[in-house]
Each structure stands twice: as C-alpha cells, then as structure tokens.
C-alpha cells in the first residue's frame, strides 16, 4: 500500500515550538518522511505500506503587515 502524506506546515511549526519550547534546538529539523514512516509502521493494519509523498502545505510570505494576522485564519497555499 502506497501512503501520501498531507503535512499543515503552520500547525507542525507552533504546534512544535509550543511542545519544545521556543529557545529549544533542533526540533525545527524535523524529517517529515521519517516522522510519517515511524507512525505508519506502528499500526499493525497498515504493514508493509510505504509513503509514496509527501507534501507540505504553507502559504506565502506577506508584505503587507495588516494582512499577516488575518492570513493566519485562512487555508495555507500548497507547495511542492
């Protein structure tokens, strides 16, 4: 079985520096694939399945101050 794997790269970044802490080094290297292939090969239902992809979700850097908070409620854009 081939697994595609959906990442929100908003809620990985704060939910991570909410769990680790902001002074905390090294989470931010986190391998995405390693992170998905770990998980999936803890359930028995799922064994021998691969992850096919990855993809990861963010949204483009704003330019324009007012819009960075109102952006933060909206679905982030998608990126290869």
């Known amino acids: 079985m081939r ?3 959906y990442v929100d790269g908003f809620n990985v970044y704060y939910g991570g520096r909410g769990i680790c802490g902001r002074g ?5 290297w986190l391998d995405l694939r390693a992170l998905a292939t770990d998980l999936i090969s803890r359930r028995a239902r799922w064994a021998g399945a691969t992850v096919d ?13 007012g819009e960075v908070a109102h952006n933060r409620r909206r679905w982030p854009s998608v990126r290869e």
């Open 53 to 65: 992809r990855v993809v990861y979700f963010t949204r483009p850097p704003s330019d324009r101050l």
């Open 3 to 5: 697994i595609g794997v």
């Open 24 to 28: 905390t080094p090294g989470w931010r």
